[in-house]
């Protein structure tokens, strides 16, 4: 694989500008690339559901199909390999391995998909990253109230059981959740991801049980799996006011309580802050005794998803954080709108080990979306990820210049994927798929990376 000679400007960053210990992988999840929606025993999930609602999803896809990673694997797998990464984040489905949510005994066939996946990933010398919930419930769970209700807690620490057990012995590296923001808050309160309820106090309490099952899973898996190291996964924004006036910065520092301290500071061992539960009020979530103790259980990593910087302006009367996100103009923007910045990586990344110091940081998603195009030679000349790639690894390696503990970077995404609401019109690969064949190309970033990785 070579990069394209019109690349050679962005190569001004190196591999060996990092740590020879660096991780280096990308990151996928179950519903979004597995497809085999039917097979094997897997029950429905929420996202199973929330598709087949008109209206929900933008193209009307779903994930039946999807890149057929369930078949594909070994392909996927080569892929991996290919482009020189030496770890790979993939996400576990529970409803493949307890279809009704709970049971007495989990569903072996889909055991042995993550068995086999697991084994395809060492032979090729990567390191498995395993998510546990990336989003995917069992519907039969969401009919019982979801995460709303507290038994689901219990639901996922049996589930969690019963895949650490079974995969212990080889991966070795867990993520409780990926971005509890968006499974409380998009699909609770927005209502635009499934399960597409809008509540806002449900939402909170959904959050609350999420964290919860984070901290009460450390403990069981740790038990488990000899050597694991365990954490969670946040979507994380700098925040900034979009004026120096006084009502702007205090909005800024509203906002964030909402999008940021809301989960770390918990997580960190300082409770929820008292300045967001004064806003909520009536709308703050029902704790019990233990549960900020469970929570606050020192984790081995913080996996850090960025995307995207915030500017926030003061508006009285808007949600209880009375702030709007406010769209700065002449910014780079990505073709979902966000704005491109990878300053904004290093400036988070840096605030969040000094205000927090979780100790070891990975950067567990980072990628963007273009409107790529297969040309007629057969070529995907995403000039646009290649750079954002280019200069998001600079920007990891400021933060490692202030003192980050930055210890690895997963590319989001290995392949083109169902990318939720937006179905497929959005592309976040490395690689480009053609789902009507399901055939796999690698775009210019795919090359890049791996021109990168190679030195
Ligand atoms: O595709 C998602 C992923 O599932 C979670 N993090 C953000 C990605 C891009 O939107």
Same mark, same amino acid.
């Given at each position: 694989?070579?990069?394209?000679?019109?690349?050679?400007?962005?190569?001004?960053?190196?591999?060996?500008?990092?740590?020879?210990?660096?991780?280096?992988?990308?990151?996928?999840?179950?519903?979004?690339?597995?497809?085999?929606?039917?097979?094997?025993?897997?029950?429905?999930?929420?996202?199973?559901?929330?598709?087949?609602?008109?209206?929900?999803?933008?193209?009307?896809?779903?994930?039946?199909?999807?890149?057929?990673?369930?078949?594909?694997?070994?392909?996927?797998?080569?892929?991996?390999?290919?482009?020189?990464?030496?770890?790979?984040?993939?996400?576990?489905?529970?409803?493949?391995?307890?279809?009704?949510?709970?049971?007495?005994?989990?569903?072996?066939?889909?055991?042995?998909?993550?068995?086999?996946?697991?084994?395809?990933?060492?032979?090729?010398?990567?390191?498995?990253?395993?998510?546990?919930?990336?989003?995917?419930?069992? +519907?039969? /769970?969401?009919? &019982?109230?979801?995460?709303?209700?507290?038994?689901?807690?219990?639901?996922?620490?049996?589930?969690?059981?019963?895949?650490?057990?079974?995969?212990?012995?080889?991966?070795?590296?867990?993520?409780?959740?990926?971005?509890?923001?968006?499974?409380?808050?998009?699909?609770?309160?927005?209502?635009?991801?499934?399960?597409?309820?809008?509540?806002?106090?449900?939402?909170?309490?959904?959050?609350?049980?999420?964290? /919860?099952?984070?901290?009460?899973?450390?403990?069981?898996?740790?038990?488990?799996?000899?050597?694991?190291?365990?954490?969670?996964?946040?979507?994380?924004?700098?925040?900034?006011?979009?004026?120096?006036?006084?009502?702007?910065?205090?909005?800024?520092?509203?906002?964030?309580?909402?999008?940021?301290?809301?989960?770390?500071?918990?997580?960190?061992?300082?409770?929820?802050?008292?300045?967001?539960?004064?806003?909520?009020?009536?709308?703050?979530?029902?704790?019990?005794?233990?549960?900020?103790?469970?929570?606050?259980?020192?984790?081995?990593?913080?996996?850090?998803?960025?995307?995207?910087?915030?500017?926030?302006?003061?508006?009285?009367?808007?949600?209880?954080? &009375?702030?709007?996100?406010?769209?700065?103009?002449?910014?780079?923007?990505?073709?979902?709108?966000?704005?491109?910045?990878? &300053?904004?990586?290093?400036?988070?990344?840096?605030?969040?080990?000094?205000?927090?110091?979780?100790?070891?940081?990975?950067?567990?998603?980072?990628?963007?979306?273009?409107?790529? +195009?297969?040309?007629?030679?057969?070529?995907?000349?995403?000039? &646009?990820?290649?750079?954002?790639?280019?200069?998001?690894?600079?920007?990891?390696?400021?933060?490692?210049?202030?003192?980050?503990?930055?210890?690895?970077?997963?590319?989001?995404?290995?392949?083109?994927?169902?990318?939720?609401?937006?179905?497929?019109?959005?592309?976040?690969?490395?690689?480009?798929?053609?789902?009507?064949?399901?055939?796999?190309?690698?775009?210019?970033?795919?090359?890049?990376?791996?021109?990168?990785?190679?030195?």
């Amino acid at each position: 694989m070579t990069a394209p000679k019109s690349f050679a400007g962005m190569l001004a960053i190196h591999r060996t500008d990092f740590p020879a210990d660096f991780r280096w992988g990308c990151s996928t999840s179950s519903y979004q690339i597995e497809g085999a929606a039917h097979e094997d025993g897997r029950g429905e999930s929420i996202w199973d559901r929330f598709c087949a609602t008109p209206g929900k999803i933008r193209d009307g896809s779903n994930g039946d199909v999807a890149c057929d990673h369930y078949h594909r694997w070994p392909e996927d797998m080569e892929m991996a390999k290919g482009l020189g990464v030496n770890a790979y984040r993939f996400s576990i489905a529970w409803p493949r391995i307890f279809p009704q949510g709970v049971g007495a005994q989990p569903n072996a066939q889909g055991l042995d998909f993550y068995s086999r996946l697991v084994d395809g990933m060492l032979e090729r010398g990567l390191q498995p990253w395993a998510t546990l919930y990336h989003w995917d419930l069992p +519907q039969a /769970l969401q009919d &019982q109230g979801g995460w709303v209700k507290r038994d689901t807690v219990d639901a996922y620490l049996a589930y969690t059981d019963a895949v650490t057990r079974h995969l212990g012995d080889r991966v070795k590296h867990w993520i409780t959740h990926n971005e509890p923001f968006c499974s409380a808050f998009l699909g609770h309160h927005e209502g635009n991801h499934a399960p597409g309820i809008r509540d806002h106090a449900a939402a909170l309490q959904v959050c609350h049980h999420l964290l /919860l099952s984070h901290g009460r899973a450390f403990p069981l898996i740790k038990r488990n799996v000899a050597d694991a190291k365990v954490g969670i996964t946040l979507s994380l924004h700098p925040i900034s006011p979009a004026t120096q006036s006084a009502a702007d910065v205090a909005a800024a520092v509203r906002h964030d309580g909402t999008r940021n301290r809301w989960f770390l500071d918990p997580l960190y061992g300082r409770g929820y802050p008292a300045d967001v539960l004064q806003m909520l009020g009536k709308l703050a979530p029902t704790v019990q005794d233990g549960d900020l103790a469970a929570i606050a259980t020192p984790a081995d990593f913080l996996g850090v998803n960025y995307y995207f910087p915030e500017t926030v302006a003061d508006a009285p009367g808007q949600g209880v954080t &009375q702030s709007r996100i406010v769209e700065s103009h002449d910014v780079e923007r990505t073709a979902f709108g966000w704005e491109v910045s990878p &300053q904004g990586m290093t400036t988070l990344l840096d605030r969040v080990h000094r205000d927090y110091a979780p100790g070891d940081i990975y950067l567990t998603e980072n990628g963007s979306t273009w409107d790529d +195009q297969m040309l007629p030679d057969g070529t995907v000349n995403d000039a &646009q990820r290649v750079s954002y790639l280019a200069r998001h690894l600079g920007a990891a390696k400021q933060a490692m210049a202030l003192g980050v503990p930055l210890k690895g970077y997963f590319y989001w995404s290995l392949l083109d994927n169902f990318e939720w609401a937006e179905g497929y019109i959005r592309r976040f690969g490395l690689a480009w798929v053609d789902y009507a064949t399901q055939k796999r190309t690698l775009k210019a970033s795919g090359h890049w990376y791996a021109n990168f990785l190679k030195g």
